[in-house]
């Protein structure tokens, strides 16, 4: 575990009811005390986040697992030794202690232990569960570098652990195992395929325009967006589209394209899920520095290793 001068700040900072945002190997998280209310408010309120979103709670090992999440199946444990630490978020039955505020008053809670090295040294230091939604305004790109955070966040939180770069750049799968069978309600890196060859039985990827019992972050029907507003075309389409587009306009794409004017602003990321992933938010967030009046994407490819990338895109459209 690397020693960092600012953990034993970082600690005291939330054991007293501050925000501290930390990195993760997903994007950077706000986090407070997952036990304290009033920390709690805080993230709410710094974020603009209403108040029925439940929050995701951050461990540093299993062995904790027991103080948050009640009647665990053997699922969950074998999703933990094949995932955890790591970009897996699981939905389980609560504890009665878990504040409703964490929960949005449900009887489930998000549960997570990420890999980072500085959150987890965070995790370790402070030796309890940490709420740690994205360290974003609510429905904005999630932030995946510290200088991000201070641009989200400015002054909202009281001290930034910068980890560089996050690892991933997309948030964490996650899914329900609170009743069966087991649901992904939000698809990330980690595959529907990769948990089912773990579980040894089929899973349920819910489909984004189908509602869900149960509450979890990245449910509202716009998020992880630009404040310009983002059109997605079409391979096919997109060189028709470009040329009858009103200029300023920004584009994204991993096709080769060739750009006509100074006002259209291109950016050709790779054509392969995992590194397009973790430079998507970076960016769209430099695109929308640049304030056209769209940002044009063009639509990636309809492969199981894009999911993640395609429910972030189509959450991005939804104004």
């Not at 389409?237 to 004017?261: D, F, G």
Request: aromatic share 4%.
């Amino acid at each position: 575990m690397p020693t960092n001068p600012t953990i034993p700040q970082a600690t005291s900072i939330l054991r007293a009811g501050g925000l501290v945002a930390m990195p993760t190997e997903t994007v950077y998280g706000l986090a407070a005390d997952a036990t304290n209310p009033q920390a709690i408010a805080r993230i709410f309120s710094a974020k603009g986040r209403p108040t029925d979103h439940p929050l995701i709670v951050h461990l540093a090992t299993l062995a904790q697992l027991k103080d948050w999440a009640n009647d665990i199946p053997t699922s969950a444990y074998k999703l933990a030794a094949a995932f955890w630490p790591g970009p897996l978020t699981m939905i389980l039955k609560k504890q009665p202690s878990v504040l409703p505020a964490i929960t949005g008053g449900q009887e489930t809670v998000g549960i997570r232990i990420p890999s980072h090295p500085v959150a987890q040294a965070l995790l370790q230091a402070f030796g309890g569960g940490l709420a740690a939604p994205s360290a974003n305004r609510f429905t904005h790109l999630s932030p995946t570098t510290a200088a991000a955070v201070k641009e989200e966040l400015g002054d909202k939180v009281d001290l930034i652990l910068d980890g560089g770069d996050c690892e991933i750049g997309l948030e964490s799968t996650i899914i329900d195992l609170s009743s069966a069978p087991a649901v992904i309600l939000r698809p990330g890196m980690i595959s529907q395929a990769e948990i089912e060859t773990i579980l040894g039985c089929p899973v349920i990827t819910r489909r984004q325009d189908v509602p869900s019992e149960v509450r979890v972050p990245g449910m509202h029907h716009l998020h992880y967006a630009p404040t310009t507003p983002v059109r997605i075309v079409r391979t096919e389409e997109l060189t028709a589209n470009l040329a009858m587009a009103k200029l300023p306009i920004a584009v994204l794409s991993y096709s080769k394209i060739t750009v006509a004017s100074e006002a259209m602003h291109h950016v050709c990321l790779a054509n392969n899920a995992k590194q397009y992933a973790h430079d998507l938010y970076h960016v769209l967030r430099k695109l929308d520095h640049l304030e056209c009046l769209e940002i044009i994407i063009e639509a990636v490819p309809n492969a199981p290793e894009w999911e993640a990338v395609r429910d972030r895109l189509s959450k991005a459209t939804r104004r």
